[in-house]
């Protein structure tokens, strides 16, 4: 049986740029096995399988995979499941911003859509959980093996190693410039020694030191245990790191913005809109945007199994 599926480049307004994503819009009819196959044939971070919902809320049920697991939430599919699913018609559009709602592993995720001349042009997840956080965190000389940097590289301010996770934890490991960042050098070894069976395993490192007028950030993203090595854009990680650097604002009652660039160091250049807002000292909401293109359509024929 045929299937149809589209790609598209999701966090860039450009094609060749952020990160690539497939989706399967109509998936009715195969099972988990097949669909974790046909994600280790595209190869990409993450291919979206597309049912009909399974709750009176929901827009659609997703199913997202890595080459090598399967995923209860992740934020580019997310985003890009959303931009595509409009693009083509399989949702409509009929007004200038609408949100819909996608039935994950991880419960309901609210997405908006903002509309141009019939057509999706940026697209935003709110955060189905808030973020939590755990301080058992590697030492730095730690990290230093895994990162193949130097403990100078490394802040030892309020930017802190912690671990976040708004459903998927992250490490986040802070530096002081773009240019440790650039000189990172992943070591698989160490990290399956150190952080493999580590509550948050996936290190994302991050400065204040973009390259970009109008950026605040640069990261650089690195999943071994879900089978990427170094990942263009994250979303999922950018709502944890909404809530990791929220906390450290003083101000108890704020809408907080930052613009994070990811994925430059691949040729994958990326941007990631990341809104938080605190009310009381608190995280009451984190929402993630950015742009997406479509780039390619085709079919897969799956035998029947």
Not at 256 to 269: A, D, K, S, T, Y
Request: net charge negative; aromatic share 10%; charged share 20%.
């Amino acid at each position: 049986m045929k299937y149809k599926f589209y790609t598209a480049d999701v966090f860039t307004d450009q094609i060749f740029g952020g990160n690539q994503l497939a989706v399967f819009p109509n998936s009715r009819g195969l099972n988990t096995q097949t669909m974790q196959k046909i994600a280790a044939e595209f190869n990409l971070s993450e291919t979206v399988f597309v049912f009909p919902p399974q709750t009176s809320q929901g827009t659609r049920k997703i199913r997202i995979f890595t080459p090598v697991t399967e995923l209860h939430f992740a934020g580019h599919p997310t985003i890009g499941t959303a931009y595509v699913l409009s693009f083509i018609g399989e949702i409509s559009i009929s007004e200038e911003k609408q949100t819909i709602l996608l039935e994950e592993g991880i419960g309901l995720v609210s997405v908006s859509i903002k509309i141009e001349r019939g057509k999706p042009v940026y697209t935003e997840l709110k955060a189905a959980q808030l973020p939590t956080f755990n301080d058992n965190s590697p030492s730095v000389m730690e990290l230093v093996s895994i990162l193949g940097l130097k403990i100078a590289d490394f802040r030892d301010d309020k930017y802190f190693i912690q671990g976040v996770s708004c459903g998927v934890p992250f490490l986040f490991v802070p530096l002081h410039n773009r240019e440790a960042l650039g000189h990172i050098q992943f070591n698989r070894d160490c990290w399956q020694h150190i952080l493999a069976n580590h509550w948050a395993p996936s290190v994302y490192v991050f400065c204040f030191d973009p390259e970009r007028e109008g950026s605040d950030l640069r990261a650089r993203m690195f999943a071994p245990s879900m089978g990427i090595l170094e990942d263009p854009a994250t979303g999922s990680a950018a709502t944890a790191l909404g809530g990791y650097l929220a906390i450290r604002e003083e101000i108890p009652n704020a809408t907080l913005n930052w613009r994070v660039e990811q994925g430059f160091e691949m040729g994958r250049p990326s941007i990631l809109e990341i809104i938080a807002k605190k009310k009381q000292g608190k995280v009451i909401e984190i929402q993630v945007g950015g742009s997406s293109v479509l780039v390619s359509e085709g079919s897969m024929e799956i035998p029947d199994l």
